[in-house]
């Protein structure tokens, strides 16, 4: 049996999809099971992730878990949205029957400052695998399709906006990339130890270059819009976001700025081919023509 957390997330649900379509037993915690779309071959456990009572439901006769907290913006700080909502899940693990989990975490490991979501990510791999499990840390780039939270400014601006000049080079990968990769290693686990993947898809870009792609794609002018990160900061306040963890996003941008991303060259990306291109005509033209 595999434990997904999250299934209703960007990632979640498709690590979900590629499970049943092998035929995995499957177990999902949701704290709204509404928005599952019902399937007899899902056991449901209706709950929190971070709640003791709901891990003790949830565990019984699991081997294997997919284990991301989601990160809740309205939580106090980020040690709160992913250390805490780790406890009783780490808590739990030495006296359960699960051997391996896989996580989704992020690049950073070394780097000597404050790094807001990133520093506290690092802090959950680092609490599972004391446990004793095998792990594997899935250690994650810049998420491009977090763009398409701005779906609204790009089609009514023709602008997305990003605390980054617009010439820096990150690397970004594509959340479909990370999901099969999660769902291959729960689907066979014959693996050990406690180890991070970097996943940094196919090629780093700019945020210029990147509003050429979308400009091509979608056939009209998209411009990349550099905020401050005071101005940033208080976009994400006006999002829903504590101060907390506001500050949190402003330190881990502003890590990415400095180089954090650029820790780790991993000797081969191929297993992250989904370009921002590919992406693009894929998800986001669709979204924005609707």
């Given at each position: 049996m595999i434990l997904l957390t999250t299934p209703t997330g960007d990632i979640g649900h498709r690590v979900l999809a590629r499970l049943l379509a092998a035929d995995t037993p499957v177990r999902v915690i949701a704290r709204d099971p509404s928005r599952l779309a019902p399937d007899p071959r899902i056991d449901v456990v209706e709950g929190s992730m971070s709640d003791a009572a709901t891990i003790a439901r949830?565990?019984?006769?699991?081997?294997?878990?997919?284990?991301?907290?989601?990160?809740?913006?309205s939580l106090p700080s980020a040690e709160a949205a992913y250390s805490g909502v780790s406890q009783a899940f780490c808590t739990a693990l030495p006296r359960s029957e699960v051997t391996h989990v896989v996580g989704i975490s992020a690049l950073g490991r070394g780097w000597p400052k404050p790094a807001g979501?990133?520093?506290?990510?690092?802090?959950?791999?680092?609490?599972?695998?004391?446990?004793?499990?095998?792990?594997?840390?899935?250690a994650c780039a810049s998420l491009m399709d977090n763009i398409a939270r701005q779906s609204d400014p790009i089609r009514t601006l023709g602008r997305f906006f990003q605390p980054t000049p617009g010439n820096l080079k990150l690397p970004h990968v594509a959340k479909g990339d990370v999901a099969r990769i999660a769902a291959d290693l729960l689907l066979d686990l014959n693996w050990a130890g406690a180890e991070e993947r970097p996943l940094l898809g196919p090629e780093d870009l700019s945020f210029d270059e990147m509003a050429a792609i979308m400009s091509e794609v979608l056939g009209r002018e998209i411009e990349a819009v550099e905020l401050t990160m005071a101005q940033?900061?208080?976009?994400?306040?006006?999002?829903?976001?504590?101060?907390?963890?506001?500050?949190?996003?402003?330190?881990?941008?502003?890590?990415?700025?400095?180089?954090?991303?650029?820790?780790?060259?991993?000797?081969?990306?191929?297993?992250?081919?989904?370009?921002?291109?590919m992406w693009c005509e894929a998800e986001l033209r669709p979204l924005i023509e609707g």
């Open positions: 949830a565990l019984p006769g699991v081997t294997g878990v997919f284990w991301l907290p989601p990160g809740d913006p979501q990133v520093t506290a990510t690092l802090a959950v791999d680092d609490m599972i695998a004391q446990t004793g499990v095998h792990y594997r840390a899935l940033f900061g208080q976009m994400m306040r006006d999002l829903g976001a504590s101060d907390g963890m506001a500050q949190a996003y402003v330190e881990m941008f502003t890590a990415k700025n400095e180089g954090m991303d650029h820790l780790v060259a991993p000797s081969s990306r191929r297993d992250t081919p989904t370009t921002f291109r």
